[in-house]
């Protein structure tokens, strides 16, 4: 299954992307998690340790690497460079590893606006493309809520676009505008995960006002996931309840999408 998550700043993103990566791997499955947020901190919530952590170059910053790939000189702006830069062998050659899991941290992928073809960017783009059509391991795919580093050559094959939202008005405004978004690259369907939910009300505020997304569940809002947080450990290692609430989400996007695919 090939996940992309999306969402506003700080509603949990990175929490539901490392839980289901490792509850994929524990099942089972060859994982490729991405971390496409500048601020990448993927691999802690997937409990990568401190030290493997301190140790990853993202790929943007990889000059060398991408000049070689791209024939441009990182950074610059338009020029002349290979439209098709090899991309196959990087999610082996520089992830990072985990039992079932590979991590790949993609660091901060200039924007493509204002005409800029940066080579970073463009080698980025064809990676993306490459892992959601190509490669035959399960991938999860944690993102910001802009969809810029998405063409609609790679969402062709993603299977769920998920949106994380938290009860508020300013998250499902955002889980919209990527709706929006997401339909533009088309893709048809977009998932919603709730998260932070302290009470019955919230989950009733966030099934109302999305009534026309399918929404796969919900995550309870606990303490025991910021304490983990503040300690460098997984959710997943430290928090039952959510590994539990991500299991009942799993499944039920299993089953839309066995439906969707009978
Ligand atoms: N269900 C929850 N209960 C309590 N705290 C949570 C819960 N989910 C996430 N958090 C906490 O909220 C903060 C933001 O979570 P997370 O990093 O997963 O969000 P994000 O959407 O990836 O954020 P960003 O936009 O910064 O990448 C973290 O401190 C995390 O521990
Ligand atoms: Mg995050």
């Keep these: 299954m090939k996940i992309a ?4 700043g700080g ?3 990175t929490t539901l992307a490392g839980t289901l990566a490792r509850l994929m791997a524990d099942q089972g ?4 998690a991405i971390d496409a947020d500048p601020d990448a901190n993927l691999a802690s919530a997937i409990g990568f340790k401190i030290e493997e952590v301190a140790g990853i170059t993202p790929l943007a910053e990889m000059t060398a690497e991408i000049e070689a790939r791209t024939g441009a000189k990182k950074g610059t702006f338009g020029g002349i460079f290979k439209l ?3 991309v196959d062998d990087i999610p082996d050659k520089f ?3 985990r039992d079932n899991i590979k991590l790949l941290v993609l660091g901060t992928i200039p924007e493509g606006g204002g005409g800029c073809y940066c080579p970073e960017s463009v080698l980025l783009k064809y990676l993306l493309r490459h892992v959601f059509l190509q490669r035959d391991e399960s991938i999860i795919l944690d993102m910001e809520a802009g969809l810029e580093h998405l063409g609609r050559g790679s969402t062709r094959g993603i299977d769920a676009f998920i949106v994380v939202v938290e009860p508020g008005s300013r998250s499902l405004q955002t889980a919209r505008q990527v709706k929006k978004l997401a339909g533009d690259l ?3 369907e977009v998932y919603v995960v709730g998260n932070k ?3 019955p009300e919230d989950r009733r505020f966030i099934e109302e006002n999305l009534a026309d997304m399918t929404i796969l569940g919900g995550i309870d809002y606990n303490q025991e996931i910021v ?3 503040r300690r460098d450990e997984a959710p997943y290692d430290v928090n039952p309840e959510v590994v539990q609430a991500v299991t009942d989400i799993y499944a039920n996007l299993s089953r839309h999408l066995e439906k969707q695919n009978a």
């Design 95 to 97: 992830s990072l590893r």
């Design 5 to 8: 998550i999306s969402g506003k």
């Design 227 to 229: 304490a983990a947080d």
């Design 11 to 13: 509603v949990g993103k």
């Design 84 to 86: 098709n830069p090899k």
């Design 197 to 199: 939910i302290h009470t």
């Design 186 to 188: 088309g893709v048809k």
């Design 29 to 32: 499955r060859k994982v490729l």
